[in-house]
């Protein structure tokens, strides 16, 4: 006996929709929130998640306090960029790729139906950075299959989705290997948005200058999106993208950042000509 498969349900109506994933709460604010609010002001619908609750970041409090903390600082951090908040899966240092949780960021995916995915580099300064990502694609991937099954249950759909990866942390890999963006985003008129937005992280600031190093919580990432500008040579402040492959994800090979931000968007041309040489 034939068993008739799932359903495709059809794909949402209504604006485009992005979705940015990243692994803890305030990675956003640092790599993808600028790209993020320029998307809002060109009519789309923004998602915000953070796969960790951040529970383990911090010396004051023990990991429920911490965790309660960081959720509502997140959740502030969402208000401030106008995108819908989705809550937390796991813990840090608790991203694993498994099937597990897997099967949650499918679900997620399935919801969302976003045409654009912000995430992580595929290799970065910290395994949940680069396991977040993994999750990302994967999860990505499986959304238009009805054999897959996610938790909560959602039905499948086919439609084209394309993702973009971050900038690493130091804008290097884990072997201090340079990476250089393959496209820009102008984020110099929502900068200080972004800046309040991480700002909204307030438990982080003590805890990073002790546990990491890192003197000043809201400079490191000034400084950064100044970095990333300068590699522009036309933007004062940027963030910078990788785009993914699109086999598995897209009928043909679509650039939707380049397409929903005109002027604010630079293909890094030399990016460009590299990958045709290693053809």
């Known amino acids: 006996m034939k068993t008739r498969l799932t359903q495709l349900k059809p794909v949402r109506s209504g604006p485009p929709t992005v ?101 992580h580099s595929p290799l970065d300064y910290m395994e949940d950075h680069t396991n977040a990502s993994r999750l990302a694609v994967t999860a990505a991937f499986t959304r238009g299959m009805p054999n897959f099954k996610t938790v909560p249950p959602c039905v499948p759909a086919r439609y084209d989705t394309t993702i973009y990866h971050a900038m690493p942390h130091g804008m290097c890999d884990p072997l201090r290997r340079r990476i250089v963006p393959g496209a820009f985003v102008n984020t110099t008129s929502v900068q200080a948005t972004k800046l309040a937005a991480l700002q909204a992280h307030r438990s982080q600031q003590n805890w990073l200058e002790v546990s990491q190093g890192m003197n000043s919580y809201l400079r490191m990432m000034e400084e950064m999106s100044l970095a990333v500008g300068r590699l522009s040579r036309r933007f004062q402040h940027a963030e910078g993208w990788r785009r993914h492959s699109h086999f598995g994800y897209a009928s043909t090979e679509v650039d939707p950042l380049r397409d929903a931000l005109g002027e604010d968007y630079l293909i890094n041309a030399a990016y460009e000509r590299a990958l045709q040489r290693s053809l």
């Open 19 to 119: 979705l940015a994933l990243a692994a803890h709460p305030d990675d956003i604010e640092f790599v993808m929130a600028g790209t993020l609010l320029l998307l809002r002001q060109n009519g789309w619908e923004t998602h915000y998640c953070n796969l960790a609750s951040g529970d383990k970041g911090s010396i004051q409090y023990d990991a429920p306090t911490t965790r309660r903390v960081r959720r509502q600082e997140a959740r502030e951090a969402a208000r401030i960029l106008g995108a819908h908040f989705h809550p937390s899966l796991t813990d840090d240092l608790e991203i694993f790729y498994d099937l597990r949780l897997l099967r949650r960021v499918a679900a997620i995916i399935r919801q969302v139906q976003p045409t654009i995915v912000l995430t």
